[in-house]
């Protein structure tokens, strides 16, 4: 609560500040975008290009997952019905034919694995222990490469998350810098002489959270969604093999 009300009190002083400085500086400062840019140093503006390609690519992976996740939401709603039902009837066939027409359902593709491996056995008459077993580890696999799908950019999503921070305070170091090397070129202490240092840390500050801030709160709202795709899995592998199960006692 503290911090809040300190960062709230900061915030409150910061268009005095941008005032203070421009007057200082004798309204050389430029406060738009094109201005600062032509304003910052070389090792600035790469600074800013990096941060503006990471978070392009925060972006797309945002994109990218969002949409790969709805629709396996979508397709999945379509298919755990259809495929209970077919299920019920003993019509393996059907089954599998639903769920290759679910392709983007996370559990269509763990049970089209685990069906494809049972009807492999289903000629053989009795359905020993080792069908069993051997549908139980083709569920698995698949169940790790489909968690291996669904993750699929989330580390680099982390990975942006974690360092776009890092790589805007390189650029607040070098701002900074800039602003001392102003005060010794003009032998001024005011706050004019560093004023164009200053805005070139505070920008790539910025930007470096606000391309970090959104890229970790979708981190973790993924992979929450990823982690329940997973209790949806293991509970239909768990349903599937109850399935085999009471086939090979009624048989």
């Known amino acids: 609560m503290h911090a809040l009300h300190a960062a709230g009190s900061i ?5 005095t500040l941008a005032t203070w400085v421009v007057q200082e500086g ?7 975008p094109l201005g600062l840019w032509k304003a910052m140093g070389w090792v600035a503006r790469t600074v800013v290009i990096i941060l503006f390609i990471m978070s392009g690519w925060s972006i797309g992976v945002m994109i990218d997952r ?7 939401r979508k397709q999945s709603r379509a298919f755990a019905p259809a495929v209970a039902g077919a299920l019920r009837d003993g019509r393996i066939d059907e089954a599998i034919k639903v769920a290759e027409r679910n392709k983007k359902s996370h559990l269509a593709k763990v049970v089209t694995a685990g069906l494809m491996e049972f009807r492999a056995h289903q000629e053989s008459g009795e359905i020993p222990g080792e069908t069993i077993e051997a549908s139980k580890r083709a569920l698995e696999r698949t169940e790790a490469i489909v968690h291996a799908e669904l993750k699929r950019g989330l580390g680099g999503l982390a990975t942006i998350g974690s360092t776009a921070p890092f790589v805007g305070l390189f650029g607040t170091v070098m701002g900074i810098l800039n602003a001392f090397k102003g005060i010794s070129e003009q032998k001024a202490t005011g706050l004019g002489a560093v004023a ?3 805005a070139e840390a ?4 910025a930007i470096g959270l606000v391309v970090a801030i959104p890229a970790v709160m979708m981190f973790n709202y993924l992979t929450g969604r990823v982690e329940a795709f997973d209790v949806e899995m293991d509970n ?5 093999i109850d399935y085999f199960l ?3 006692g009624r048989r």
């Open 236 to 240: 239909s592998s768990s349903e599937l």
């Open 66 to 72: 969002w949409m790969a996740y709805n629709a396996a």
């Open 26 to 32: 004798g309204g050389a400062m430029a406060t738009d």
């Open 11 to 15: 915030l409150s002083h910061v268009p």
């Open 202 to 205: 505070l920008v790539t500050t």
């Open 246 to 248: 009471k086939r090979r």
């Open 196 to 198: 164009g240092g200053i």
